[in-house]
């Protein structure tokens, strides 16, 4: 047969009455034994009271807002079992409130009331059932609200660990620490709502596989760019009919020459030239965003597919080279890519990133500024097909390029100038050097 037990507030130490600033379970609401079911503040302390037994809440005696003193009644459970005897009391701080006085026995007491910050520390609750991802207000005590609302923290971000996914101080503290060192997962701390963790091997077999140290930087830096950066993405096409002819006759002279004279090559002596008439897509946003550095030098970023992840080698001073010595340097800097050969200084210092996919195919995509640049131009695979040149219509070699840039920088209209005067220039490689 099931007891009533009805549990009273335990001694609150100097305190005659406290606030109830939580009520933690409703009437009907099943609890287990140490569960939190009210939250009590004096004006030096917050604590909880955790449940005595487990059973069903029945009758629930305090109001939120109202005050209570030491023996008044909480509320009633019907137990499943037999109270605890000698609940589990977590140790108090010496300012904290003393454990309950043995004598008060009419009603069960509740054990020792927990300050907040001084509970063992749960595992996290399971994904989905966080406040993060709750519609319902998240559970933290005043003490920890104060110290959110101190650090600037919105609780709806911050996972609890604590009973029922309640949020402790040291919640709050991991939670800040991961936004201050980059670690929060999936932008928390920049206000955008976390993507559930899921457990998939209960939907089928899985297995783990790590990260490569690229794939972890690069996962970081585009992450941060995509952000940071207001992204719109400007498609156009060049035709490179003549390009192609004209690369194809110096083929046999670039091998001689110990280079492979791809497209890539050229396309970067057109984007420098490009850049050189549109110096804002050269450029960078001031960190205090009153200005742009416009950059006088013209060094690209080539996008490099490597088995470990994507790496982008910077080439210098392409407006400074010849179109074969672009090649040579592109295929030894994207060889030592490949071999993790790489040093600090071939990766920086890029104004402007070319991210090529024509090799492999695609007809257009959406490339990520890689910040503080502002613009990167995506490359897609040229198709030969049917193109109206005056009343007639003629085969010709199309290139997709795809630019995306920082939309905070430069205006649609500038990028739509920039796409139609690059595919101008490759749709006459000539034209480069005027
Ligand atoms: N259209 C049609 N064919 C193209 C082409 C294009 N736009 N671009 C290259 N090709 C051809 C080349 O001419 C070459 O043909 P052949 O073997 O007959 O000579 C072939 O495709 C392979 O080219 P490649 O990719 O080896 O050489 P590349 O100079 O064009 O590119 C590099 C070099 C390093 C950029 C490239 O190998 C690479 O890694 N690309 C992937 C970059 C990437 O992952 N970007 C996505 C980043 S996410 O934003």
Redesign the pocket.
Known sequence: MSDTVPVVVPDIGDFEQVDVVEVLVAVGDDVSVDQSLITLESDKASMEVPSPAAGRVVEIAVELGGQVGEGDLILTIEAADPPAEEPEVAAAPPEEPKPPHAEAAAAAPAPAPRPSSSRRRRPPPPAGSGPATSTSPPHASPGVRRFARLLGVDLTRVSGSGAKGRILLEDVEAFVKDVMTGRGPQGEGAGIPPVPEIDFSKFGPVESKPLSRIRKLSAASLHRSWLNVPHVTQHDEADITDLEAFRRAHLHEARERGV?L????FLMKAVAASLAEFAEMNSSLAPDGESLILKRYFHLG?????PDG?VVPVVRDVDRKSVYEL?GE??EV?GR?RERKLRPADIQGATFT???????GGTA?T??VNAPEVG?L??????RRPVYIGAGLAPRLM?PVSLSYDHRVIDGAYAARFTSHLCSLLADIRRVVL
Request: aromatic share 2%.
């Open positions: 492979r791809t497209l890539l090559a080539v996008a490099v597919d490597t994507l090649a592109l295929g994207s890519a070319i991210s090529s996919l024509g090799g492999i995509f490339p990520i990167i995506g490359v897609s695979r040229a198709v290139l």
